[in-house]
């Protein structure tokens, strides 16, 4: 290691104890797996597979050490918010929808009960809801206006303010792995396009034929899409951004973490980015609060939304859920936006407002309950 690379891994604060992205994949594929077989009347989907570890990507999660604790421990989850209908979603997959969200509580509940990071429970949790094609993420993204996927993802640590950030990737399997290698292998927090994706091959993480991303759903509702602006000359924004997914967590130590991923807007327009790898926008952790978000993202960029709802829990003394319904459900709206989040404080209370018409969501809370829904009505 060279004297340069040293002092860079110094200034990256938890350098040598955060893994690096082999042990990331592991862990989300052999959780993933755990988690099946855990909820044995979950249905493991077509065309969904489990990620391939390749070689040379870093230290080994084992390697992590641990502080003896033993506090409590909570995570949530969304799968986007938008413009969803009860009567827009079959029953098949509304159960489906469930069933993904669930396991992917299961993985990164799993990754906490084993006296895991909270960076390690949600960025193992967005592996699988990249890898299922319910959700406007990894495969199942929705397209651009040239019929493109274009992806972004940021994590975010709490406990030390470390961050990574990737936007407009094509080909990078899991984009919340290449957000977290940009934190913990490199100097800078976000990195885009053609630049991050030369990163993810010397990070040795997984690239795929544009055509994995693809899914005949995802590819019907662009079809749709592209028909209704056309007839009408203008996007239908609340139609446009169901599915991003993202989780934020807190581990036995009381830090929290949050992490998204996103194939952003339908329809987009090309090199639009929109607030999932914005640190702050749709994306924020601190040492009392993380914030994952999902809905309109110009409209969270201009609120810079997860900050906006921790700030208000450090400086204004604002309860977790009074900050989240303050900026969802009055700030964004005011500007003419709607859309959710997911957040957590050190204490583990979690909140997941929503002004959209639906957000898929789930949690398991400190108390062990395990709640998913998608509308307002229907907890189960």
Known sequence: ????????????????????STGLVRLAAGLFVMATIALA????????????????????LAQTPQVAASGPIAIAVHGGAGGVAREALSEERRVAVNAALR??????????????SSVDAVAA??????????????????????????????????????????????RVRNPVLLARAVMDESPHVFMIGSGAERFAREQGLELVNPRWFRTDDSWSRFQQARRQQA???????????????????????????????????????YGRVGDVPVIGAGTWADADCAVSATGWGEFFIRTAAAHEICSRVRLAGQSLSEAADGVVMDEIPALGGSGGVIAIDSQGNLVMPYSSISMFRGSIDAGGTVRTAIWAEDES
């Open 125 to 170: 949790t967005v592996v699988v809801l990249e890898e299922s094609p319910y959700f406007n993420a990894g495969k199942g993204a929705v397209f651009n206006a040239d019929g493109d996927n274009e992806l972004d993802a940021a994590i975010m640590d709490g406990a030390t303010r470390n961050a990574g950030a990737v936007a407009a990737l094509r």
């Open 103 to 116: 396991q992917a509580l299961a993985v990164g509940h799993a990754v906490l009960a084993d006296g895991g």
């Open 1 to 20: 290691m060279t004297q340069a690379m040293t002092s860079v891994r110094a200034r990256k604060l938890a350098w040598t104890t955060v893994p690096g």
């Open 231 to 269: 007839a009408i000359a203008q996007p239908l924004p609340d139609e446009a951004y169901y599915g991003t997914v993202g989780a934020v967590a807190l581990d036995r130590n009381g830090h929290v973490a949050a992490a998204t991923s996103t194939g952003g807007m339908t329809m987009k327009r």
């Open 41 to 60: 009347p979950v249905p493991v989907f077509a065309g969904d597979s489990e990620p391939t570890a390749v070689a040379g990507q870093g230290e080994a």
